[in-house]
């Protein structure tokens, strides 16, 4: 079984906390005790994945609903989703398409991309997904890929994903943008270790140090036309909370730009670096919590993946977000306001 440097970790520290091995050992009896009959293990093992996901999400919003930590809650979801993926991986690699002499071609890194890269996910968020090869893709590594993919979509993830060589992910990046923007983020889940040393220090070396300026031109024109799309002012009543001006996309766009120019700087040191002063890092963090409560918030509320603050939600999200009627003005109005003063006061 190929092993990431968290692996080692069998109890997962997300509520409600998931010992690995256990549950290794309960899906390998369900394997045995379905031998031979293929579609009946993939149900029985669906359904108890289904299990585990309705536990984590019922979870994450009871403890969004107890402290409000959207920020807390998108991490315990990241958590949750990176020991399910271990789980189905190795599910997949022992059961049903084991490999018990490896070749060099038979092994896989596989990586977080994006804002799951960050270790972020709202409860409707997608889950990007890298396959990381050696070489050429092989019927093994295409077989479990597949596998995985399949069971992750029929217990209702979105799931976007590639599987490709590191001179791939080199080529692709420098051209696409986009998928350069979601490199920047990749994170080992599991699997082999110095092939995705390999990846960062070529990616590095060959695509961030290579080409700035095209990212950050790119990045620019697109938030202008995210803006224009979602509306260019801070302050609609029915806010995109992900996409409109001043949203998360905003302050990703100030990551990325920063994780461009520092790869190899951790978001918290981006002050040392010169990126943020102090008060700025403080307050980049201050919105970026708030719009995490409020995104989390409403994607528990509609049971969707909804950016729009629309007007039939705002008392109830008002509400669930601890603001109050005061000095003529009612909770949901106070809401509205809460960029203009710190946000603690208002409530």
């Not at 893709?137 to 890929?145: D, I, K, R």
Request: negative net charge; hydrophobic residues 40%.
């Amino acid at each position: 079984m190929l092993k990431s440097a968290s692996m080692d970790q069998t109890v997962v520290k997300t509520a409600p906390y998931f010992d690995l091995d256990a549950l290794r050992e309960e899906t390998s009896k369900l394997a045995r005790a379905y031998s031979g009959q293929d579609s009946s293990l993939r149900a029985a093992l669906v359904e108890r994945l289904r299990q585990l996901v309705h536990e984590a999400r019922t979870e994450a919003r009871a403890q969004l609903e107890r402290d409000g930590d959207g920020r807390a809650c998108a991490e315990g979801l990241s958590k949750f989703q990176d020991a399910l993926i271990r789980l189905t991986y190795d599910f997949t690699t022992n059961h049903v398409y084991s490999a018990k002499n490896p070749s060099a071609a038979e092994h896989m890194a596989v990586v977080a991309q994006g804002g799951y890269g960050r270790g972020m996910l709202a409860p409707g968020s997608d889950i990007d997904l890298l396959f990381l090869l050696p070489y050429k893709q092989t019927a093994w590594g295409e077989s479990v890929a597949e596998y995985m993919l399949y069971l992750l979509w029929d217990l209702g993830f979105k799931v976007g994903h590639a599987t490709r060589t590191i001179d791939q992910c080199v080529r692709l990046s420098r051209s696409d943008m986009t998928i350069r923007t979601a490199l920047l983020d990749a994170r080992l889940i599991l699997g082999d270790e110095k092939l995705f040393a390999d990846f960062q220090r070529r990616f590095r070396e060959d695509v961030l140090k290579a080409s700035v300026r095209p990212f950050v031109d790119a990045k620019l024109e697109e938030q202008n036309a995210r803006h224009s799309r979602a509306g260019a002012s801070r302050y609609l009543v029915e806010p995109n909370i992900k996409d409109g001006k001043g949203g998360l996309r905003d302050l990703h766009t100030l990551h990325w730009l920063a994780k461009h120019l520092y790869p190899d700087t951790a978001e918290e040191e981006f002050v040392e670096a010169g990126v943020f002063t102090p008060a700025e890092y403080r307050s980049f963090r201050r919105c970026e919590s708030f719009l995490w409560s409020v995104r989390c918030q409403l994607h528990f509320l509609t049971d969707r993946p909804e950016e729009r603050v629309s007007f039939d939600l705002q008392p109830l999200m008002a509400e669930r977000l601890g603001y109050h009627g005061h000095a003529g003005l009612r909770a949901v109005e106070r809401s509205r306001d809460w960029h203009v003063e710190d946000d603690a006061s208002l409530k």
